[in-house]
């Protein structure tokens, strides 16, 4: 016997219909056979035959620095309306309490790093993708992120973090060779010294 569930206003169900109905609760929506919604609370969940609890949800807090990492298991719309393809990742970097849909996976919590005069982050791209600052980043291509562009970076869900630079500080009587420099364009001349 299925019994009532309680809801407060950061908890949630995800449904899945077994059998085709008009959803009553949800401005007479069609319901057809393994569709996912979701229930959100303040509310009771009285169960019905022509669905199964799928999962139980918690909103998630979103700090300042941190963001989502999210997947979309089914094409989704986000919070923001923005459209995603199934299989497609993104953050979602708004602050605050972040309720997923049935359609959307929180995969992980991503925690920015504090960038200051001595550090960087050294990153590569593992698909073409737009980054947070509106550049066009290739595959495989590599960048650093300095205190210059901005003092805290989240990792974007296409960013992959090579390693964590420091400064080199060179002595009056020092000097260094920068092989494979970056031009004016900003694309590296390989075999340049």
């Given at each position: 016997m299925k019994s009532f569930v309680f809801l407060k206003d950061n908890e949630a169900l995800i449904l899945r219909a077994v059998k085709p109905f008009v959803?009553?609760?949800n401005?007479?929506?069609?319901?057809?056979?393994?569709?996912?919604?979701?229930?959100k609370g303040p509310g009771t969940y009285e169960p019905r035959v022509e669905e199964v609890v799928?999962?139980?949800?918690?909103?998630?807090?979103?700090?300042?620095?941190?963001?989502?990492?999210?997947?979309?298991v089914?094409?989704?719309?986000?919070?923001?309306?923005?459209?995603?393809?199934?299989?497609?990742?993104?953050?979602h970097r708004k602050a605050g309490y972040y309720m997923p849909t049935a359609e959307i996976e929180i995969i992980d919590v991503r925690k920015g790093t504090v960038l200051n005069d001595v550090t960087a982050l050294h990153i590569r791209a593992?698909?073409?993708?737009?980054?947070?600052?509106?550049?066009?980043r290739k595959a495989g291509s590599e960048w650093?992120?300095?205190?210059?562009?901005?003092?805290?970076?989240?990792?974007?869900?296409?960013?992959?973090?090579?390693?964590?630079?420091?400064?080199?500080?060179?002595?009056?009587?020092?000097?260094?060779?920068?092989?494979?420099?970056?031009?004016?364009?900003?694309?590296?001349?390989?075999g340049k010294q």
């Amino acid at each position: 016997m299925k019994s009532f569930v309680f809801l407060k206003d950061n908890e949630a169900l995800i449904l899945r219909a077994v059998k085709p109905f008009v959803d009553e609760r949800n401005e007479d929506q069609e319901r057809f056979i393994d569709d996912l919604y979701l229930f959100k609370g303040p509310g009771t969940y009285e169960p019905r035959v022509e669905e199964v609890v799928n999962k139980y949800i918690e909103a998630t807090i979103v700090l300042p620095n941190q963001a989502l990492l999210c997947i979309a298991v089914k094409d989704a719309i986000d919070a923001f309306g923005q459209e995603h393809k199934a299989g497609t990742k993104w953050l979602h970097r708004k602050a605050g309490y972040y309720m997923p849909t049935a359609e959307i996976e929180i995969i992980d919590v991503r925690k920015g790093t504090v960038l200051n005069d001595v550090t960087a982050l050294h990153i590569r791209a593992d698909q073409d993708f737009t980054d947070f600052y509106g550049q066009k980043r290739k595959a495989g291509s590599e960048w650093l992120i300095d205190k210059n562009i901005k003092d805290v970076h989240i990792l974007d869900a296409n960013e992959i973090l090579v390693q964590e630079k420091k400064i080199i500080v060179l002595t009056l009587n020092q000097y260094c060779t920068i092989r494979n420099p970056v031009g004016k364009d900003g694309k590296l001349e390989f075999g340049k010294q």
